[in-house]
C-alpha cells in the first residue's frame, strides 16, 4: 500500500508531466493502430484474393518474432533520414511510430484474411446470383461478414501497440514508459507504477471497447 501510496501522490505532485506522458503515449498508440489499420487491413484483402496471399501473410505473421524495442534500436541510427519522412513531429517519435505499425501489422492482416477467405463461396454466389458487382458483393456482403474476426484482430494490435509503446522511452519519447524506466534504475517501485498502472488501464480500456465493437458488428 506504501508503494500505491507513494504512486498516487507522485501524480498528484507532478501533474502536469504525467499528463503529458499519459497524452503522448495515447497519440502514439492511436496514431501507429490508424496505420496499421489503413496499411495492413488493404494488405489483407489483397492477400485473401491472390495466389501468392498466404506467403504475404506468412511473411508478415514471421515478423512477429521480431520485438518492437529490437526494431527500435536497429532504425535508431537512421533517425535523421527516417524524420524526414514527417518532419512536423520529432524525429525520435516518428521512429517509434514506424516500429509500432509493423507491431500492428501482424494480427490485422492475418485475420483479416482469414476473414474473408472463411466466408462460405455459396453465399457469395447467391450474391452473384441477384445480380450485384463484384465490388457490391464485397461492400454488401463478404466484408460485413468478415467484420468480427477483422475487429478481433484491430483488438488484439490495439494491445499489443499500447502496451509497446512504452519501449519509445528507451529512445527519448516521454510516454509512460519514461516512468517505469526510470522507476527500473532508481529503484523505486512507486514511480514504476506510475507507469505502469496506467498502460494497464490503457490496455484494458482498449480490448474492453474493441470487444464491445467486435460483439456489435457480430449482430
Given at each position: 500500500?506504501?508503494?500505491?501510496?507513494?504512486?498516487v501522490?507522485?501524480?498528484?505532485?507532478n501533474?502536469?508531466?504525467?499528463?503529458?506522458?499519459?497524452?503522448?503515449?495515447?497519440?502514439?498508440?492511436?496514431?501507429?493502430?490508424?496505420?496499421?489499420?489503413?496499411?495492413?487491413?488493404?494488405?489483407?484483402?489483397?492477400?485473401?484474393?491472390?495466389?501468392?496471399?498466404?506467403a504475404?501473410?506468412?511473411?508478415?505473421?514471421?515478423?512477429?518474432?521480431?520485438?518492437?524495442?529490437?526494431?527500435?534500436?536497429?532504425?535508431?541510427?537512421?533517425?535523421?533520414?527516417?524524420?524526414?519522412?514527417?518532419?512536423?513531429?520529432?524525429?525520435?517519435f516518428?521512429?517509434?511510430?514506424?516500429?509500432?505499425?509493423?507491431?500492428?501489422?501482424?494480427?490485422?492482416?492475418?485475420?483479416?484474411?482469414a476473414?474473408l477467405?472463411?466466408v462460405?463461396?455459396?453465399?457469395?454466389?447467391?450474391?452473384?446470383?441477384?445480380?450485384?458487382t463484384?465490388?457490391?458483393?464485397?461492400?454488401?456482403?463478404?466484408?460485413?461478414?468478415?467484420?468480427?474476426?477483422?475487429?478481433?484482430?484491430?483488438?488484439t494490435?490495439?494491445?499489443?501497440?499500447?502496451?509497446?509503446?512504452?519501449?519509445?522511452?528507451?529512445?527519448?519519447?516521454?510516454?509512460?514508459?519514461?516512468?517505469?524506466t526510470?522507476?527500473?534504475?532508481?529503484?523505486?517501485?512507486?514511480?514504476?507504477?506510475?507507469?505502469?498502472?496506467?498502460?494497464t488501464?490503457l490496455?484494458?480500456?482498449a480490448?474492453?471497447?474493441?470487444?464491445?465493437?467486435?460483439?456489435?458488428v457480430?449482430?
Amino acid at each position: 500500500m506504501d508503494i500505491l501510496r507513494g504512486a498516487v501522490e507522485y501524480i498528484q505532485q507532478n501533474q502536469q508531466r504525467f499528463i503529458d506522458a499519459l497524452t503522448l503515449h495515447i497519440q502514439l498508440s492511436l496514431y501507429a493502430l490508424a496505420l496499421g489499420i489503413a496499411i495492413f487491413v488493404p494488405l489483407g484483402v489483397v492477400a485473401s484474393r491472390w495466389k501468392g496471399g498466404p506467403a504475404l501473410v506468412g511473411f508478415v505473421s514471421a515478423a512477429r518474432v521480431i520485438p518492437s524495442i529490437s526494431v527500435l534500436f536497429l532504425l535508431y541510427p537512421y533517425r535523421r533520414q527516417i524524420g524526414q519522412i514527417a518532419p512536423f513531429w520529432d524525429r525520435n517519435f516518428v521512429l517509434a511510430l514506424i516500429a509500432l505499425t509493423l507491431l500492428a501489422g501482424p494480427p490485422i492482416i492475418i485475420n483479416t484474411d482469414a476473414a474473408l477467405r472463411g466466408v462460405s463461396p455459396a453465399i457469395l454466389e447467391n450474391a452473384e446470383g441477384l445480380g450485384m458487382t463484384g465490388p457490391q458483393v464485397f461492400n454488401r456482403v463478404q466484408l460485413p461478414l468478415a467484420l468480427p474476426v477483422i475487429t478481433a484482430g484491430v483488438r488484439t494490435a490495439a494491445v499489443e501497440v499500447i502496451a509497446s509503446a512504452t519501449f519509445a522511452a528507451f529512445i527519448g519519447v516521454g510516454t509512460l514508459g519514461r516512468f517505469i524506466t526510470s522507476g527500473l534504475t532508481l529503484y523505486d517501485f512507486s514511480l514504476l507504477l506510475v507507469g505502469a498502472i496506467p498502460v494497464t488501464l490503457l490496455a484494458l480500456g482498449a480490448e474492453v471497447s474493441l470487444a464491445g465493437v467486435e460483439r456489435l458488428v457480430s449482430t
